[in-house]
């Protein structure tokens, strides 16, 4: 379904037969919506969240591309996430196995302008899909379609904003015991002690080289998000806490204790790219009752 959201931006509207959904907007290819069975938002969106570029979609799952944070000469996480995409006239062809699933193919191309301060020529193909149970899967291709004979160097995430009842209620699973280079110190390399990881104050991690699965467990709702990752070796763990929160003006003062960002990520080491080459990298998240779950 493809209709207009806020400003008039387009974007599509993927259902499932039990009512799950999920919203993407043209704008950033970016998922601002994801609803389980019962309607529930499960992404943070804020209040403030300002639909117009060039500012990002504080929500959601933000696409990081071709630069994760500041590290580099672009902008602050990329520019694929304040880019207009467009739905892909020629998209990969789906595997057939299960029919059941409502998919969008949206693609970004290197535009004269972006060549300027990235010149590389590149398509990036995002496959959105709402699977039967509702889970949310992101698969991203991205070609290097350079004709100059020249590689290009990337760092990548899917910046995905989980809603949660109360942040410090919440559990991350399978990060413990990981080295991660802290963004709140100079990016030093520190190692993440044996415990699952809780929250009591501003967090701005890079796990490196992670499991492929990763939980978050919001005691209070009794719901665990999982998050299943392929060609993404990091993780990134945020939340601005209250003093960051303030700072941000897109972001309500109240609202770092309602989400948590886990993203699946390429930073410590660049995907790097010859002519013809492609990448991908994969996202899956689900949520699911945790009221069987003992791990307490
Ligand atoms: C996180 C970074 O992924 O994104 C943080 O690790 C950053 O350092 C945060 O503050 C939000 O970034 P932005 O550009 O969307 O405000």
Not at 126 to 152: E, Q
Not at 167 to 195: A, C, H, M, P, W
Not at 219 to 234: A, W
């Amino acid at each position: 379904e493809h209709c207009k959201g806020v400003n008039g931006i387009d974007k599509v509207i993927l259902r499932e037969v039990r009512g799950c959904s999920a919203e993407v907007y043209l704008y950033g290819g970016q998922v601002t919506s994801w609803k389980n069975e019962y309607r529930e938002e499960l992404l943070f969106v804020s209040s403030k969240a300002i639909f117009k570029p060039p500012k990002a979609i504080r929500g959601g799952i933000p696409i990081c591309f071709p630069q994760f944070g500041n590290q580099g000469s672009l902008e602050q996480h990329g520019f694929a996430r304040n880019r207009l995409w467009s739905i892909d006239p020629d998209p990969p062809p789906f595997p057939t196995n299960n029919p059941n699933k409502a998919f969008i193919d949206l693609i970004l191309k290197h535009s004269e302008e972006d060549m300027k301060i990235w010149p590389h020529r590149y398509e990036f193909r995002l496959r959105i899909t709402l699977g039967p149970g509702g889970d949310l899967m992101l698969t991203s291709r991205i070609r290097n379609t350079n004709t100059d004979g020249k590689s290009f160097a990337f760092t990548f995430a899917y910046h995905t904003y989980f809603a949660v009842s109360d942040i410090s209620e919440v559990r991350v699973e399978g990060l413990e015991t990981l080295d991660y280079l802290d963004n709140l110190k100079d990016k030093v390399r520190f190692t993440e002690q044996g415990d699952a990881i809780t929250f009591e104050s501003e967090v701005d991690k890079v796990y490196l080289s992670t499991p492929t699965k990763i939980a978050i467990l919001d005691h209070e709702r009794k719901r665990t998000f999982v998050l299943r990752k392929d060609g993404l070796p990091d993780a990134v763990v945020w939340n601005p806490w209250d003093k960051k929160a303030k700072a941000m003006p897109d972001f309500g003062d109240d609202e770092y204790k309602h989400m948590l960002c886990v993203e699946a990520a390429c930073v410590e080491k660049p995907i790097i790219l010859k002519p013809g080459e492609e990448w991908r990298g994969r996202q899956e998240i689900s949520a699911v009752p945790s009221s069987y779950c003992s791990g307490q």
